[in-house]
């Protein structure tokens, strides 16, 4: 098959599973990591692999890094695919296969499980989700290849040009929900994305993170952000004051029950939602000016 991928990964400090994702990966692709200023040995574990390694003077931000990857890339197709995942050894052909059959489509994406085994799908953006959108008819199995309304910037299978075209992952977004956004303009595009169901990945959600108190923090403050992003980008009505202290109550309430990981996460909202009242007038990404954070 002629069609040429590039496989693009993002690190930050991941050299503890990275090698595995990649190593998964068939010889011929263009493998292109780009970390995000790691201070872990990645040099060592990337040590005979063929990959090209592009290494940034800080850390730039999942999206960023992606789109520096891109822009480095010389394949007909990218496959973006984080550290945490691992494919099957005919997904990319799987993939490949998906692309002659429907040569109208530029976008594609594999059938993601957990290591469990569950079935790793959401039925909409975190747009739509915003919007009051509802969400069409769960999905809890796949039968066959279908259209979805969302990929997973985990790994999917993007045509370069058109990728390049759309300006990549909005660079405004830090962390969570870059691959929302790119979902919801490739559909303001009329881009079909189809799941490929012969193609599948493994997805050990949440492997790539720091497992530290503090940093769990910082992934919902970049996470509240990231929603008040959205929020204004697409005009989705929104009070932060009444969200913040609908979350300042739950922080009490996980106070009184001593459920530390909900506590943890709701500081973090807490400071995302603060830097979103302190500049409510803000276009760009609070943390642009804070680079040192976990980015998967």
């Known amino acids: 098959m002629s ?93 490949l296969e998906a692309v002659e059959r429907y040569p109208d489509c530029n976008v594609f994406s594999p059938r993601t499980t957990t290591p469990k085994g569950r079935l790793w799908f959401r039925d909409q953006t975190e747009v739509d989700r915003l919007s009051g959108t509802p969400p069409p008819m769960r999905v809890r199995e796949i ?12 790994i999917f299978l993007i045509r370069r040009s058109l990728f390049l075209e759309m300006g990549g992952f909005d660079e405004g977004i830090f962390l969570y929900f870059e691959d929302d956004d790119l979902s919801h303009r490739l559909r303001q595009r ?12 493994i997805h050990d959600v949440g492997n790539s993170v720091e497992r530290s108190a503090l940093a769990r923090i910082h992934r919902h403050r970049a996470k509240a952000q990231s929603e008040v992003y959205l929020r204004r980008k ?25 459920n530390r990981d909900r506590l943890l996460n709701t500081l973090g909202r807490l400071l995302g939602l603060s830097e979103a009242i302190r500049n409510p007038t803000a276009s760009g990404y609070a943390l642009k000016s804070d680079r040192d954070r976990p980015v998967r």
């Open 234 to 258: 697409y005009k989705i009505p929104f009070k932060p004051g009444r969200a913040f202290v609908q979350s300042l109550a739950k922080a009490s309430f996980y106070c009184l029950t001593l």
């Open 3 to 95: 069609r040429s991928i590039s496989a693009v990964t993002v690190t930050y400090n991941s050299a503890g599973i990275v090698r595995e994702a990649l190593a998964c990966l068939p010889d011929g692709p263009e493998i292109i990591c780009v970390d995000n200023a790691s201070t872990d040995d990645l040099g060592s574990v990337l040590q005979g692999l063929p990959v090209r390694r592009i290494d940034n003077g800080r850390n730039l931000g999942f999206g960023c890094a992606c789109n520096i990857g891109a822009a480095a890339a010389s394949g007909e197709f990218i496959l973006f695919i984080n550290p945490d995942v691992r494919v099957t050894p005919r997904s990319i052909d799987a993939l």
């Open 143 to 154: 039968a066959g290849d279908c259209c979805v309304r969302f990929v997973d910037g985990g």
């Open 190 to 201: 009329n881009e079909q994305m189809i799941l490929v169901s012969d193609a599948h990945a």
